[in-house]
């Protein structure tokens, strides 16, 4: 239906843009905003809001650069804080968090998006501190504004996956947990499975499997897969091989055919070597894994690189030759690779 319609405006660019973005494709929504420029059709506010948004979820960081750069040189165009806050969103997500923290800080408006952006940039950025001061200082504001409701910045689900993942990275158990308790008692929300992964992640990187497992089994909801395999790779840190074959069998029941799982168990009997058991787990693989899958964005063009299928790659003698470089220069710092077992190469 858009390529029928013979004269484009502004509105069917920026629907058709923000479907692709809604349906997880933002690679072709950039394709489409490249193309509506190339058409000499300006974008407005709601179309870069949308765009930001494709570019966070690939990290492309340079063309997020590029529009932001457009913003501030375009007259006229309307800055409303939904455009704010997708800037806000593009830099934490992009890897810049110092420009995401600049623009943040030069915003005289914020909403709760606002204030979640930041909080969950700093956490997915590993700055624990920075992120539960934001979250302070938040809780600040409301209690210097009282009951006064249109001032009021109340904390939503997503606020607290990044309080839960700042205090996991902190290794903060007891204020996770309370925060974890806060979020019904206090604001009346009810966590969903990406809390309770948090929690799971929060014990695990704390090294209480037990309390990790314990807290597994009183979710009122049904546990997921990722849930146990967040334990799982714990048990494989921390070489706990009695608690990783009792998660090992629950994953079995919920997804029996995810190699990962068998190759996370091989991984720890290997680490024990206890070959025989490493063997009798890998045999029981039937499945291949899907190959991983990286972009990277050089200028404007977004490229993706799938494993094991580098020979198809038009670039395939420079890469190897960048890679040949990265692996001398890493053993010269003394690096090299952690075999398991060197039958398994």
Excluded at 100 to 129: C, N, P, Y
Excluded at 146 to 161: A, K, M, Q, Y
Excluded at 221 to 229: C, D, F, K, M, Y
Aim: charged share 20%.
């Amino acid at each position: 239906m858009f390529d029928e319609i013979t004269c484009k405006n502004i509105v069917c660019w920026t629907a058709l843009i923000s479907a692709y973005v809604d349906n997880q494709n933002p690679r072709k929504a950039l394709q489409l905003f490249r193309q509506m420029q190339m058409d000499n059709v300006e974008p407005d506010n709601v179309t870069l809001t949308v765009v930001l948004s494709a570019c966070a979820d690939i990290g492309a960081l340079e063309m997020g650069e590029w529009i932001h750069a457009y913003i501030r040189s375009k007259e006229g165009l309307y800055i409303d804080l939904s455009l704010n806050n997708a800037l806000i969103n593009m830099y934490a997500k992009c890897g810049n968090i110092v420009a995401a923290r600049r623009l943040f800080d030069s915003m005289k408006k914020k909403d709760v998006t606002t204030w979640t952006s930041m909080i969950v940039g700093h956490a997915l950025h590993g700055q624990a501190e920075e992120a539960l001061k934001l979250f302070a200082e938040m809780g600040g504001i409301n209690k210097r504004h009282g009951d006064c409701g249109s001032s009021l910045i109340v904390p939503n689900d997503v606020t607290f996956i990044g309080v839960l993942m700042a205090c996991s990275h902190a290794g903060i158990v007891d204020e996770g947990k309370q925060h974890f308790k806060s979020m019904n008692e206090d604001y009346g929300l009810k966590p969903r499975e990406s809390h309770f992964g948090c929690m799971v992640d929060l014990f695990c990187r704390a090294g209480l499997l037990k309390e990790a497992y314990n807290f597994i089994l009183e979710m009122p909801v049904q546990p997921n897969a990722v849930v146990w395999r967040t334990l799982l790779g714990a048990c494989s840190l921390k070489g706990n091989i009695e608690l990783a074959a009792e998660v090992q069998g629950r994953l079995l029941e919920l997804d029996p055919g995810h190699a990962g799982d068998y190759v996370a168990m091989s991984n720890i009997y290997a680490a024990k070597g206890m070959w025989d058991k490493k063997i009798d787990v890998r045999d029981h693989i039937k499945q291949r894994r899907f190959p991983g899958c990286s972009l990277i964005e050089v200028g404007t063009e977004i490229n993706e690189f799938v494993a094991a299928n580098i020979e198809d790659h038009p670039l395939r003698s420079e890469i190897y030759t960048v890679l040949k470089h990265l692996l001398i220069n890493m053993k010269s710092f003394g690096y090299f690779p952690e075999l398991s077992s060197t039958a398994e190469y």
